[in-house]
Protein backbone atom coordinates (compact mmCIF):
# COMPACT_ATOMS: atom_id res chain seq x y z
CA UNK A 1 0.00 0.00 0.00
CA UNK A 2 0.78 3.48 -0.27
CA UNK A 3 0.77 6.03 2.66
CA UNK A 4 2.45 9.21 3.49
CA UNK A 5 5.43 9.10 5.28
CA UNK A 6 7.73 11.43 7.09
CA UNK A 7 11.50 10.42 6.39
CA UNK A 8 13.17 13.54 8.17
CA UNK A 9 10.93 16.17 9.87
CA UNK A 10 10.50 19.60 8.72
CA UNK A 11 7.91 21.49 6.40
CA UNK A 12 5.02 20.15 4.55
CA UNK A 13 7.68 19.35 2.02
CA UNK A 14 8.63 16.60 4.53
CA UNK A 15 5.59 14.85 3.38
CA UNK A 16 6.65 11.94 1.10
CA UNK A 17 3.70 9.68 -0.39
CA UNK A 18 5.62 5.93 -0.43
CA UNK A 19 4.76 2.59 -0.94
CA UNK A 20 4.90 0.75 2.68
CA UNK A 21 4.01 -2.16 4.12
CA UNK A 22 0.60 -3.40 4.85
CA UNK A 23 -1.23 -3.25 8.25
CA UNK A 24 -2.47 -6.51 9.96
CA UNK A 25 -5.30 -6.56 12.35
CA UNK A 26 -4.38 -8.04 15.38
CA UNK A 27 -6.42 -8.94 18.63
CA UNK A 28 -9.67 -6.90 18.55
CA UNK A 29 -8.72 -4.36 15.70
CA UNK A 30 -10.23 -3.86 11.91
CA UNK A 31 -8.35 -3.31 9.18
CA UNK A 32 -10.14 -0.62 7.03
CA UNK A 33 -9.29 0.55 3.30
CA UNK A 34 -9.23 4.26 3.24
CA UNK A 35 -11.02 6.39 1.37
CA UNK A 36 -10.69 10.03 3.52
CA UNK A 37 -8.62 11.55 6.32
CA UNK A 38 -8.37 14.84 7.67
CA UNK A 39 -5.53 17.19 8.30
CA UNK A 40 -5.39 17.96 12.17
CA UNK A 41 -2.74 20.54 13.89
CA UNK A 42 -1.27 17.47 15.39
CA UNK A 43 -0.25 16.31 12.32
CA UNK A 44 1.68 18.99 11.86
CA UNK A 45 3.37 18.92 14.69
CA UNK A 46 4.54 15.11 13.80
CA UNK A 47 5.52 16.24 10.79
CA UNK A 48 8.01 19.26 12.18
CA UNK A 49 9.43 16.55 15.21
CA UNK A 50 7.39 17.95 18.04
CA UNK A 51 4.58 14.85 18.50
CA UNK A 52 5.77 11.30 18.26
CA UNK A 53 3.22 8.93 18.00
CA UNK A 54 2.12 6.87 21.07
CA UNK A 55 3.79 3.37 21.51
CA UNK A 56 2.86 0.72 19.44
CA UNK A 57 1.03 3.21 17.11
CA UNK A 58 0.98 3.47 13.12
CA UNK A 59 4.39 6.01 12.13
CA UNK A 60 2.21 7.34 9.55
CA UNK A 61 0.24 10.69 10.00
CA UNK A 62 -3.29 11.18 10.21
CA UNK A 63 -5.61 11.15 13.44
CA UNK A 64 -9.17 10.09 11.94
CA UNK A 65 -10.23 8.11 8.52
CA UNK A 66 -13.22 6.80 6.34
CA UNK A 67 -13.56 4.48 4.57
CA UNK A 68 -14.78 0.33 4.59
CA UNK A 69 -13.85 -2.49 6.71
CA UNK A 70 -11.52 -5.08 4.84
CA UNK A 71 -10.84 -7.58 7.23
CA UNK A 72 -11.68 -8.19 11.03
CA UNK A 73 -8.86 -9.11 13.69
CA UNK A 74 -9.62 -12.00 16.27
CA UNK A 75 -12.05 -11.36 18.65
CA UNK A 76 -13.83 -8.82 16.79
CA UNK A 77 -18.04 -8.80 16.54
CA UNK A 78 -20.88 -6.33 15.51
CA UNK A 79 -18.82 -5.50 12.33
CA UNK A 80 -18.43 -6.98 9.02
CA UNK A 81 -16.17 -6.54 5.83
CA UNK A 82 -17.76 -4.08 3.95
CA UNK A 83 -19.11 -1.94 6.77
CA UNK A 84 -18.98 1.69 5.81
CA UNK A 85 -17.18 3.46 8.90
CA UNK A 86 -15.26 6.16 10.27
CA UNK A 87 -12.73 5.85 12.76
CA UNK A 88 -10.28 7.98 15.86
CA UNK A 89 -6.89 6.49 15.20
CA UNK A 90 -3.86 7.25 17.41
CA UNK A 91 -2.56 8.06 13.35
CA UNK A 92 -2.18 5.83 10.20
CA UNK A 93 -5.07 7.46 8.79
CA UNK A 94 -2.95 9.26 5.90
CA UNK A 95 -2.64 5.84 4.16
CA UNK A 96 -4.84 3.70 1.67
CA UNK A 97 -5.08 1.35 4.53
CA UNK A 98 -5.12 1.61 8.22
CA UNK A 99 -5.85 -0.82 11.33
CA UNK A 100 -8.09 0.05 14.01
CA UNK A 101 -9.08 -0.99 17.37
CA UNK A 102 -12.62 -2.29 17.15
CA UNK A 103 -13.82 0.27 20.60
CA UNK A 104 -12.88 3.53 17.80
CA UNK A 105 -15.19 2.44 14.87
CA UNK A 106 -18.32 4.56 14.34
CA UNK A 107 -20.46 4.09 11.93
CA UNK A 108 -21.49 6.45 9.48
CA UNK A 109 -23.77 9.23 10.38
CA UNK A 110 -27.17 8.82 8.51
CA UNK A 111 -27.19 11.98 5.97
CA UNK A 112 -23.28 12.07 5.97
CA UNK A 113 -21.23 10.65 2.69
CA UNK A 114 -18.75 7.99 3.26
CA UNK A 115 -15.80 11.13 2.49
CA UNK A 116 -17.31 13.62 4.61
CA UNK A 117 -18.05 11.51 7.27
CA UNK A 118 -13.98 11.44 7.68
CA UNK A 119 -14.46 14.91 8.92
CA UNK A 120 -15.85 13.74 12.19
CA UNK A 121 -14.19 11.43 14.70
CA UNK A 122 -11.42 13.97 16.00
CA UNK A 123 -13.62 16.89 16.18
CA UNK A 124 -16.57 15.02 17.86
CA UNK A 125 -14.55 12.92 20.42
CA UNK A 126 -12.56 16.05 21.06
CA UNK A 127 -15.60 18.34 21.76
CA UNK A 128 -18.03 15.93 23.51
CA UNK A 129 -14.83 14.89 25.78
CA UNK A 130 -13.66 17.85 27.47
CA UNK A 131 -16.94 20.45 26.85
CA UNK A 132 -19.80 17.86 28.40
CA UNK A 133 -18.06 14.71 29.99
CA UNK A 134 -15.02 16.46 31.08
CA UNK A 135 -16.44 20.19 31.85
CA UNK A 136 -20.18 19.67 31.77
CA UNK A 137 -21.79 22.18 29.89
CA UNK A 138 -24.94 22.76 30.56
CA UNK A 139 -28.33 24.24 29.05
CA UNK A 140 -28.60 28.29 29.58
CA UNK A 141 -24.28 28.33 30.60
CA UNK A 142 -22.10 30.63 28.38
CA UNK A 143 -19.26 28.72 26.10
CA UNK A 144 -16.43 30.50 25.00
CA UNK A 145 -14.59 28.70 22.13
CA UNK A 146 -11.44 30.49 20.86
CA UNK A 147 -10.56 29.44 17.25
CA UNK A 148 -14.18 29.16 16.52
CA UNK A 149 -14.21 28.10 12.91
CA UNK A 150 -11.25 25.77 13.76
CA UNK A 151 -12.65 21.86 12.90
CA UNK A 152 -12.95 22.34 16.37
CA UNK A 153 -14.39 25.04 16.85
CA UNK A 154 -17.02 24.62 14.09
CA UNK A 155 -17.91 21.35 15.98
CA UNK A 156 -18.13 22.91 19.28
CA UNK A 157 -20.38 25.62 18.26
CA UNK A 158 -22.72 23.26 16.64
CA UNK A 159 -22.95 21.17 19.90
CA UNK A 160 -23.32 23.59 22.27
CA UNK A 161 -26.31 24.90 20.90
CA UNK A 162 -27.84 21.89 20.40
CA UNK A 163 -28.02 21.48 23.95
CA UNK A 164 -28.96 24.87 24.55
CA UNK A 165 -26.44 27.06 25.83
CA UNK A 166 -24.96 30.21 24.44
CA UNK A 167 -21.65 30.55 22.73
CA UNK A 168 -19.07 33.02 22.44
CA UNK A 169 -16.33 32.50 19.92
CA UNK A 170 -13.39 34.53 18.68
CA UNK A 171 -11.62 34.19 15.50
CA UNK A 172 -9.45 36.07 13.04
CA UNK A 173 -11.38 38.75 10.83
CA UNK A 174 -15.62 39.45 9.82
CA UNK A 175 -15.45 36.53 7.59
CA UNK A 176 -14.70 33.65 9.83
CA UNK A 177 -16.68 35.15 12.34
CA UNK A 178 -19.57 35.48 9.64
CA UNK A 179 -19.49 31.78 9.28
CA UNK A 180 -19.61 31.31 13.18
CA UNK A 181 -22.49 33.21 13.22
CA UNK A 182 -24.24 31.07 10.41
CA UNK A 183 -23.50 27.95 12.65
CA UNK A 184 -24.91 29.56 15.81
CA UNK A 185 -22.49 31.40 17.76
CA UNK A 186 -24.19 34.24 19.71
CA UNK A 187 -21.04 36.42 20.59
CA UNK A 188 -18.43 37.39 17.50
CA UNK A 189 -15.04 38.91 18.72
CA UNK A 190 -11.82 39.44 16.40
CA UNK A 191 -9.12 38.84 18.18
CA UNK A 192 -7.02 40.61 15.76
CA UNK A 193 -8.96 44.14 17.15
CA UNK A 194 -10.68 43.57 20.11
CA UNK A 195 -10.30 42.23 23.61
CA UNK A 196 -12.07 38.84 24.47
CA UNK A 197 -11.90 39.34 28.30
CA UNK A 198 -13.25 42.89 27.52
CA UNK A 199 -15.67 41.94 24.63
CA UNK A 200 -17.53 38.60 26.85
CA UNK A 201 -17.39 41.08 29.95
CA UNK A 202 -19.74 43.49 27.75
CA UNK A 203 -21.68 40.73 26.15
CA UNK A 204 -22.47 38.94 29.68
CA UNK A 205 -23.36 41.57 31.64
CA UNK A 206 -19.74 41.04 33.62
CA UNK A 207 -20.97 37.40 34.05
CA UNK A 208 -18.23 35.48 31.83
CA UNK A 209 -18.09 32.41 30.43
CA UNK A 210 -19.49 29.22 32.04
CA UNK A 211 -16.66 27.23 30.43
CA UNK A 212 -13.58 28.00 27.88
CA UNK A 213 -12.18 25.68 25.17
CA UNK A 214 -8.89 26.74 24.49
CA UNK A 215 -6.31 25.73 21.79
CA UNK A 216 -3.76 28.96 22.96
CA UNK A 217 -2.60 27.79 26.17
CA UNK A 218 0.23 29.96 27.80
CA UNK A 219 -0.31 32.82 26.18
CA UNK A 220 -4.18 32.85 26.86
CA UNK A 221 -4.04 32.11 30.22
CA UNK A 222 -4.17 34.78 32.40
CA UNK A 223 -6.54 36.24 30.14
CA UNK A 224 -8.60 33.20 30.10
CA UNK A 225 -8.96 32.89 33.99
CA UNK A 226 -10.31 36.67 34.16
CA UNK A 227 -12.85 35.62 31.62
CA UNK A 228 -14.35 33.00 33.50
CA UNK A 229 -17.70 32.82 35.51
CA UNK A 230 -17.73 31.71 38.69
CA UNK A 231 -17.46 28.20 38.89
CA UNK A 232 -15.91 28.76 35.49
CA UNK A 233 -14.04 25.69 33.74
CA UNK A 234 -11.09 26.30 31.76
CA UNK A 235 -10.14 23.67 29.45
CA UNK A 236 -6.42 23.71 27.52
CA UNK A 237 -6.33 20.94 24.48
CA UNK A 238 -3.55 22.93 22.52
CA UNK A 239 -0.44 25.15 23.18
CA UNK A 240 -0.50 27.44 20.01
CA UNK A 241 0.50 29.96 22.28
CA UNK A 242 3.45 28.40 24.55
CA UNK A 243 3.50 25.58 27.25
CA UNK A 244 4.53 27.83 30.20
CA UNK A 245 2.35 30.61 31.84
CA UNK A 246 1.94 32.55 35.23
CA UNK A 247 -1.59 31.16 37.20
CA UNK A 248 -2.70 33.45 39.82
CA UNK A 249 -4.57 31.01 42.24
CA UNK A 250 -6.03 33.61 43.93
CA UNK A 251 -7.76 34.88 41.15
CA UNK A 252 -8.86 31.14 40.57
CA UNK A 253 -9.55 30.87 44.62
CA UNK A 254 -11.80 33.75 44.11
CA UNK A 255 -14.29 32.58 41.23
CA UNK A 256 -14.42 28.59 42.43
CA UNK A 257 -12.92 28.08 39.25
CA UNK A 258 -10.91 24.84 37.76
CA UNK A 259 -8.09 24.76 34.90
CA UNK A 260 -8.30 21.46 32.78
CA UNK A 261 -6.20 20.31 30.91
CA UNK A 262 -6.30 16.77 28.24
CA UNK A 263 -4.95 14.97 24.92
CA UNK A 264 -7.25 12.81 23.21
CA UNK A 265 -4.30 10.90 21.48
CA UNK A 266 -2.42 9.18 23.80
CA UNK A 267 -5.12 7.91 26.09
CA UNK A 268 -5.34 4.61 26.41
CA UNK A 269 -7.59 2.52 23.95
CA UNK A 270 -10.33 1.73 26.60
CA UNK A 271 -10.51 5.03 27.67
CA UNK A 272 -10.99 6.02 23.98
CA UNK A 273 -13.49 3.48 23.58
CA UNK A 274 -15.57 5.33 26.29
CA UNK A 275 -15.40 8.31 24.35
CA UNK A 276 -16.63 6.91 20.82
CA UNK A 277 -19.09 5.24 22.65
CA UNK A 278 -20.87 8.47 24.35
CA UNK A 279 -20.03 10.15 20.50
CA UNK A 280 -22.38 7.42 18.72
CA UNK A 281 -24.61 7.89 21.70
CA UNK A 282 -24.94 11.68 21.89
CA UNK A 283 -23.57 13.57 18.89
CA UNK A 284 -24.71 10.61 16.13
CA UNK A 285 -28.47 11.37 16.62
CA UNK A 286 -27.73 15.10 16.62
CA UNK A 287 -25.82 14.55 13.12
CA UNK A 288 -28.34 12.37 11.78
CA UNK A 289 -31.14 14.88 11.99
CA UNK A 290 -29.23 17.51 10.83
CA UNK A 291 -28.96 19.83 13.60
CA UNK A 292 -25.45 19.23 13.52
CA UNK A 293 -23.07 19.23 10.54
CA UNK A 294 -19.51 18.37 9.39
CA UNK A 295 -17.76 21.53 8.20
CA UNK A 296 -15.48 20.66 5.10
CA UNK A 297 -13.48 23.51 4.17
CA UNK A 298 -11.62 21.92 1.19
CA UNK A 299 -10.80 18.58 0.22
CA UNK A 300 -7.05 17.73 -1.00
CA UNK A 301 -5.39 14.09 -2.89
CA UNK A 302 -3.82 12.50 -0.09
CA UNK A 303 -0.65 12.26 -2.37
CA UNK A 304 -1.12 16.28 -2.03
CA UNK A 305 -1.33 16.50 1.78
CA UNK A 306 1.47 19.19 1.96
CA UNK A 307 -1.38 21.11 0.55
CA UNK A 308 -3.61 20.82 2.65
CA UNK A 309 -0.92 21.11 5.73
CA UNK A 310 -0.27 24.51 4.36
CA UNK A 311 -3.91 25.41 4.43
CA UNK A 312 -3.76 24.63 8.66
CA UNK A 313 -0.62 26.95 8.82
CA UNK A 314 -1.73 29.50 6.45
CA UNK A 315 -5.12 29.84 8.43
CA UNK A 316 -6.85 30.12 5.25
CA UNK A 317 -9.75 26.99 6.23
CA UNK A 318 -13.07 27.35 7.87
CA UNK A 319 -13.76 23.57 9.36
CA UNK A 320 -11.77 20.50 8.17
CA UNK A 321 -9.37 20.01 5.43
CA UNK A 322 -9.45 16.33 4.02
CA UNK A 323 -7.41 14.32 1.97
CA UNK A 324 -9.17 11.92 -0.26
CA UNK A 325 -7.06 9.00 -1.07
CA UNK A 326 -6.27 8.06 -5.24
CA UNK A 327 -8.27 5.16 -6.81
CA UNK A 328 -7.69 3.61 -9.81
Not at 27 to 46: H, I, K, P, T, Y
Not at 263 to 283: D, Y
Request: proline content about 7%; some cysteine; charged content about 20%.
Amino acid sequence: MYAITIPEPGGPEALVWAEVPDPVPGEGEVLVEVVASAVNRADLLQRQGFYDPPPGSSPYPGLECAGRIAALGPGVSGWTVGDEVCALLAGGGYAEKVVVPAGQLLPVPEGVDLTTAAALPEVACTVWSNIFMLAHLRPGETLLVHGGASGIGTMAIQLAKAVGAKVAVTAGGPEKLARCAELGADILIDYREQDFVEELAKATDGAGADVILDIVGAKYLERNVKALAVNGRLVVIGLQGGVKGELNLGALLAKRAAVLATTLRSRPAQEKAAIVAAVREHVWPLIGAGTVRPVVDRTVPMPEAAEGHRALEDGRHVGKVLLLVPRG
